[in-house]
Every structure is written in structure tokens, then in C-alpha cells.
């Protein structure tokens, strides 16, 4: 590696980062959901970080650290690795840095429910609430029979 | 370097065009005196409002968010909150915080009045409910209330506009609280569920509290503002005040401000009225020393700044098998209760609190919440996880009524300053054990609401962190000088052509969103005013 892994204007390693995200939103196992790698999230990421970069320092030295664990592995990288072994990495990173995954899970998180397929699955559209809005019937306010039939509750004064 | 003047004096000027401005100003234009008002923020523009683009739930938590500290948009000025556990949340620009508010638009109750004789707690208000009663009237007019006429636990009152609908996720809570006993009813809500006087009507957006694109809600910038303007008020914006400056006997002479260009000017008046919130005024006054009044203008009384009352608030959230629609409709508007409102002893605390329903969020901030929560982690079963929040939790609030105490106030930060140089406030709070209790009563009812109505799993929170909505009794009315600092219709003890008409007056707090009643005493003060002028100063 030529850049250490806290340089903040360090690009990161895009496959690694995209087999990352992967690993903590994947696929579902119906098919309906992607994987947040595979939406091509890790970009999304990246720019996060640039305009808030508090984090960077973690995800970058988390990164660094799978793939130098892949690399003791015999692997010329952490994406090379089968999806299994990937997981089991990122258990074992965990143990030692536990703020890694759930930072890098609550960044992507901001980008994945707002992708259109995974909206399109949840059942809503992919647009903002303006200006289309949303129906919502009248309601019924025969519900407050009950309530009506009370004495009044507040106390005269 | 010498202060810029501006133009002619004015006969009134208003500092601060939020909810209490607006509709003083409006009303107070009856007089066809030459008023004008100076503003910090600016004019929003409703079409950038966060609602209207995809980053809407990110936006919330950036430029649009509720505490100033976190937003730092230009017109903000920042806070020193670390002293409390409940950080304030205000909006600067033309509307003020009800650019953000929920619209959440109830009134007190008569027994708010009289906390003292009823209770023995606090201070008896110098006014009653039936004083303030047509001026509620009034205000519900020009905002536009929806909301249905009925309800047991208020005296006789006519909103304006029918109720907003409670959609799947409210007609679920209120089957539980029918399933308690419990009272509840339609919320009061600042909402035009028709098209009314020129606004469009509510198409349920949701993120009612990052602004209203849609022009439903009611901030003051679509309803008083238009009008005032209309009939000569002028309003000036991105006009940071710095001091009210002093004649030699005393009186109020003006304002030391910042304009636009950040020149300092100095605007003359014959009144000065301030209308900045419960952080803003006493701020100001308390900025505006001088060796007559080496303490803060209007302060002999040594209570500018003290008695500072939040609504602590409790939140519980309800999580529920099926999906319940709740990012559809006004997101803190839909019912609320007030079966733990009055005083009852036999609960180990004075006064009470009400309810009020909260719907779901959008997709991005429940899976923020359900991590924050430990409900949502990474990995295989994230999606079941997911599944199991989105779309299925209702919340009900506790807003707990807050007492008076000397010892919760607004100071000057010694360090802190705003842009322009000029010292920040420091809040510095403590929960009292009244509020400790009636936190965790109302936790353990609203708890008892949302199983009744078939949640599954209940989370709670209190107090609310972020909910510093309300801002009151930093410079409260009373006719006692050493122990208020305006007198019954909002005029200094101290400086006889200075009023205060913002939520700074309060005497209590009650436990309802207080924007209603703000205003309905922006309009009692403004007739009291119009009515007296001829010896206003005496």
C-alpha cells in the first residue's frame, strides 16, 4: 500500500469497501433486496465521509486491517476471498474494533433506504413525500362515543 | 468606529419575526403607526424546504435540523446547552420556530392559570383562561385550526377547520386507549386539512417539523405575515439585534442591530418590543447593560433569564405486527390525551401531562432508530430485522408539565459568541423530582396505551433529549415588580416603553405545546396597548 491506512484524502479500497457493505446489508435471501455493495454503495460512502470525515480514520484502518488479514491468508485481496471467509474476517475484526461494522452499517444505511429497488420493495415509491403527498381517509369519529358520554375533565376556575 | 444610522425613528419596533411577532405586529397595525420589525433569519423558501428532495430524512439531521448548534445555518447563533439534559431547539427567520413546529396547537386549561390557588405550586398567572379566551379564538382564525369541537377536557371551542385524519396508525392507539378508559381526542393542529385563506390544504407530506412545502401548515410566514405586511407593517430580514440602547431617563431609545452587509446600525423607536423566544429575550436584555442598568435591561427584579421551563418530554414507542401507514400525515399531529392533565395527588406529583401521538418516519430514520436501539445490526438477518420495524412503530409523547425554579435559566456565556461577536446564552437546567416522577408515570402509562392497542414491544425514553421545543418563563408577567419583570399586558416593570410578548411571559408552563398561547397573548398585549395609548408610558 503506498497511502497508510488513517490518510484522510486516501482513496479506499473500492472492491474491499463494496464486499464490506455487502457483508452488512447483503442480498436477501428472496431476491427482493440487494446487497449494498452490489448497489454500488461504496461511493456513496466514500463521498459521506468526505463531507463528514470524523469517521474515516475507523472505516479506513478497518479496511486496511481486512485486507491485510486476507493477505496473511494468501489472498491478493479481501474481495478475493470466498464470501464465507470474507465473513469470518470481519467476525474476527470485530472482536478487536467493535465500532467498525455498526459505523460503517449507520453511514450506508443513509444511502440504501433511499436507493429505488430497495424502496420499490418495502412497497413505496421512489420519490419525495412533495409534492405528490399521501392519501389518507377520513376517519371515523364514531371511535370517540365513549369519550363524548364523559364528564367534562378539565376543572373550572 | 461610529454606528451607521438608519432611517427615521419608528413608533414601534419588533425584534423578531417568529410566531408572537407576527401576530403582534398584525394586530398592531389597526393603529396605522409606523412599524417596523427586525429579523435575524430569512425569508424561507418552502420549495427547498427538505420534503420536497430525496435527502429528506438526511436533511433533518443537518441544515434542517432542530437544535442550532447541530443546523449552523447563517441566521442560527449558537447555545451553550452542555448543562442540560434537554437541548433547545428553535428556528431563526421569518416564522420563526414555527417553521419547524409540529402544529400542535392546543390551549392551556383554566387550571393553568392558577397553578398557585389550585395547587400550591408556582405562581397564579395575572390573567385567566377567560381573558385570554377570545384571543385564542382569534389566533385559531388566523392560523387555521383543525380539530373537532367536543372535547371533555376543554371549555366550549369552535375550531376553524375539520380535524386532521388519524390514519391507520391513529385509529390503533386510540382503540387503545378506549380499550383504558382513557380520554382522547383529535389533536387541535395549526393545519389547513381545506384550502384556507390563500393556503393550500395538507396532503399528509409527514416531515411536518423540517417545513411545509406544501404551505398547509401554519407558520406565521403564510398566515400573519402576508397580512401584516398588507397593512403597512415593514419587515426587514438578516438584522442581527445587539443591545436595546437606553435614553438618560431611562427609557428604551431603540436597538443596536447588524444588517445584512453586517454594518452596525442604530434604529430609534418609541416602543421596543421583543419578541425573540425564551432564549432570545433574555439574552437580549441581558446583553443590554449599561450603568443605568449595570444587570440587563428590565432586570431589577433579578429574574431576567431565571425560571426557564422546557416541557420535559417522554417518549415511548410502540412496535406493532402489522404495518400501520405512519409515515402518512402530520407526524406529530393526529390525537392526544389529557386523562393525566389535572392534579391528582394520589400519583406522587402536582399537575399532569398530556399525550400526543406520534406517527411513524420515513424508511432511513427507522432504520436509524432500530440500530440506535440494538434492533438493527448488520449481517445475515439485518432484513428480518428491518422488516420487523419499518412502517410498524407508533409513538405517543409525555409532555410533562415544568415547574418555575430560580436556578433553571438563561445567563451569558462568558466565552461563547455568535457571528457577529455578540455573547451567547448558556442554559444551565436540572429535572426536579416533580418532573422525575411525572416522566416515569408517564412512561408507564403511555406504555400501558400502546400494549393495550396490540404493540408487541415498547421503548422508552425520557427525558427526550432533543425536545427542547418550548422555551418559557425567562422574563415572566405578574403584577408584583419584585417578582416578574413585565407587568399583566407584557409592559417592563422597569422601562415603561419595553414589552415582552414572546413565550418568555409565562408564569407556568401547562402541558401543551405553548404556540397557541403565545400568540393569543401577542394579541391580548397588542390590544391592551392599542387600548392605553393615549397613557402608555404611565
Not at chain 2, 421569518?94 to 392558577?114: E, K, N, Q
Not at chain 2, 416541557?311 to 414507542?317: E, I, S
Not at chain 2, 411513524?360 to 445475515?380: E, F, K, M, T
Not at chain 2, 433529549?465 to 425567562?474: C, E, I, N, P, Q
Request: glycine share 10%; proline share 8%.
Amino acid at each position: 500500500m503506498t497511502n497508510p491506512p488513517n490518510d484522510s484524502a486516501a482513496a479506499f479500497p473500492v472492491e474491499t469497501l463494496a464486499r464490506v457493505l455487502d457483508l452488512l446489508i447483503p442480498p436477501s435471501t428472496d431476491g427482493r433486496l440487494p446487497g449494498a455493495g452490489e448497489l454500488g454503495l461504496s461511493c456513496y460512502v466514500e463521498e459521506l465521509l468526505a463531507k463528514t470525515p470524523a469517521p474515516r480514520p475507523l472505516v479506513a484502518q478497518g479496511l486496511a486491517a481486512l485486507e491485510a488479514a486476507a493477505s496473511g491468508r494468501g489472498a491478493r485481496g479481501f474481495a478475493e476471498l470466498p464470501r464465507d471467509a470474507q465473513r469470518a474476517l470481519l467476525d474476527a475484526h470485530a472482536k478487536t474494533a467493535p465500532a467498525f461494522a455498526p459505523t460503517l452499517l449507520f453511514l450506508v444505511m443513509t444511502g440504501y433506504y433511499r436507493e429505488p429497488r430497495v424502496l420499490a420493495a418495502l412497497g413505496l415509491e421512489n420519490r419525495p413525500p412533495f409534492p405528490k403527498g399521501h392519501a389518507v381517509e377520513e376517519s371515523d369519529f364514531s371511535l370517540l362515543d365513549a369519550v363524548r358520554r364523559r364528564e367534562k375533565l378539565y376543572r373550572e376556575c | 468606529m461610529g454606528i451607521s444610522m438608519s432611517q427615521d425613528p419608528v413608533d414601534v419596533l419588533i425584534i423578531g419575526a417568529g410566531a408572537s411577532g407576527a401576530a403582534f405586529a398584525w394586530s398592531l397595525a389597526d393603529t396605522r403607526m409606523n412599524i417596523l420589525c427586525l429579523e435575524q433569519g430569512e425569508w424561507m423558501d418552502p420549495s427547498r424546504y427538505p420534503s420536497a428532495g430525496a435527502d429528506w430524512e438526511l436533511r433533518v439531521q443537518n441544515d434542517m435540523a432542530f437544535s442550532p448548534n447541530v443546523r449552523r445555518r447563517p441566521a442560527d447563533y449558537p447555545i451553550n446547552d452542555d448543562a442540560s439534559p434537554i437541548k433547545p431547539a428553535l428556528f431563526n427567520a421569518v416564522g420563526g420556530s414555527t417553521i419547524t413546529y409540529a402544529a400542535h396547537f392546543p390551549r392551556l386549561h383554566p387550571s393553568d392559570f392558577r397553578a398557585r390557588t389550585l395547587d400550591g405550586v408556582a405562581d397564579d398567572w395575572p390573567l385567566d383562561y377567560a381573558t385570554l379566551e377570545p384571543y385564542y379564538a382569534q389566533n385559531e382564525r388566523m392560523m387555521g385550526v383543525a380539530g373537532l369541537a367536543g372535547d371533555p377536557a376543554y371549555p366550549p371551542k369552535e375550531p376553524a377547520l375539520p380535524p386532521v385524519p388519524l390514519g391507520r396508525l391513529g385509529e390503533r392507539v386510540a382503540r387503545g386507549f378506549d380499550a383504558l378508559g382513557w380520554h382522547w381526542w383529535p389533536s387541535d393542529s395549526a393545519i389547513a386539512t381545506r384550502a384556507y385563506e390563500g393556503r393550500a390544504p395538507c396532503i399528509n407530506l409527514g416531515p411536518c417539523t423540517s417545513g411545509c412545502a406544501q404551505g398547509a401548515k401554519a407558520s406565521t410566514d403564510v398566515t400573519y405575515w402576508p397580512a401584516a405586511l398588507r397593512r403597512g407593517v415593514r419587515l426587514e430580514t438578516h438584522c442581527r439585534v445587539r443591545e436595546i440602547s437606553v435614553r438618560g431617563d431611562g427609557m428604551a431609545d431603540g436597538v443596536v442591530y447588524y444588517d445584512a452587509q453586517g454594518v452596525e446600525r442604530h434604529q430609534r423607536a418609541e416602543i421596543v418590543v421583543l419578541a425573540c423566544n425564551g432564549i432570545g429575550t433574555p439574552r437580549l436584555l441581558l446583553n443590554s447593560r449599561s450603568r443605568q442598568f449595570p444587570d440587563g435591561l428590565a432586570n431589577r427584579s433579578g429574574l431576567v433569564g431565571r425560571n426557564l421551563m422546557f416541557h420535559p418530554y417522554a417518549m415511548v414507542n410502540g412496535l406493532f405486527p402489522e404495518r400501520l401507514e405512519g409515515y402518512k400525515g402530520p407526524v406529530g399531529c393526529g390525537l392526544m390525551s389529557q386523562e393525566f392533565y389535572e392534579t391528582d395527588a394520589s400519583r406522587g406529583f402536582t399537575r399532569g401531562y398530556s399525550f400526543e401521538l406520534m406517527r411513524g418516519v420515513g424508511p432511513v430514520s427507522i432504520a436509524l432508530w432500530a440500530a440506535a436501539q440494538g434492533r438493527l445490526s448488520w449481517g445475515d438477518r439485518h432484513h428480518e430485522a428491518y422488516e420487523a420495524v419499518f412502517d410498524r412503530t407508533a409513538g405517543l409523547l409525555a409532555i410533562c408539565e415544568d415547574l418555575p425554579e430560580p436556578h433553571n435559566c438563561v445567563t451569558l456565556d462568558p466565552e461563547l459568541k455568535d457571528a457577529h461577536g455578540i455573547p451567547a446564552p448558556r442554559i444551565q437546567y436540572r429535572l426536579s423530582e416533580n418532573s422525575e416522577k411525572m416522566l416515569a408515570h408517564g412512561s408507564a402509562r403511555a406504555r400501558e396505551a400502546l400494549e393495550a392497542a396490540g404493540a408487541q414491544q415498547v421503548f422508552s425514553e425520557a427525558p427526550l433529549r432533543v425536545a427542547g421545543w418550548h422555551l418559557m418563563g425567562t422574563a415572566r408577567m405578574g403584577r408584583d415588580p419584585s417578582r416578574s419583570v413585565v407587568n399583566e399586558w407584557g409592559r417592563s416593570h422597569d422601562v415603561r416603553n419595553l414589552f415582552v410578548i414572546d413565550g418568555s411571559l409565562f408564569v407556568t408552563a401547562g402541558a401543551v405545546n405553548p404556540t397557541n398561547t403565545i400568540q393569543a397573548l401577542a394579541l391580548y398585549i397588542a390590544d391592551r396597548i392599542k387600548e392605553n395609548l393615549g397613557n402608555l408610558f404611565e
